[in-house]
């Protein structure tokens, strides 16, 4: 059974860093596309970043050049590095991820994975 757990989330002033990890169980972590979901109250998920299997990623506009995608594949642990936050990043943010397909799919939307974590929350203040 696949399980996805996120962590790292908390409360930071604007301007400030946290890092979301990612950690997967009872799965490989080759062959493994990775997404980057954020929700905010009233709002839809919406994708913030993704990892493709080999390795390519993409930025939704808000957040490139601030945030940035790395992988650990011995912990089976995605990251999700945030630098200089904003009040505007303040969400719940999940993880979700795929196997299998091309090897280069970056998936955008919420039915192009197949697993869930269960959110951390990220509070921005300003």
């Known amino acids: 059974q696949v399980q996805l757990v996120e962590s790292g989330g908390g409360l930071v002033q604007a301007g400030g860093s946290l890092r979301l990890s990612c950690s997967a169980s009872g799965r490989r972590a080759s062959g493994k596309a990775v997404g980057w979901f954020r929700q905010a109250p009233g709002k839809e998920r919406q994708v913030v970043a993704a990892l493709s299997q080999n390795g390519r990623t993409s930025y939704t506009n808000s957040v490139t050049g601030r945030f940035t995608l790395s992988r650990d594949y011995a912990k089976n642990t995605v990251y999700l590095q945030m630098n200089t936050l904003k009040p505007e990043d303040t969400a719940v943010y999940y993880c979700?991820?795929?196997?299998?397909?091309?090897?280069?799919?970056?998936?955008?939307?919420?039915?192009?994975?197949?697993?869930w974590g269960q959110g951390t929350q990220v509070t921005v203040s300003s």
């Open positions: 979700a991820a795929r196997w299998g397909g091309y090897d280069s799919y970056l998936g955008q939307n919420t039915g192009d994975y197949d697993y």
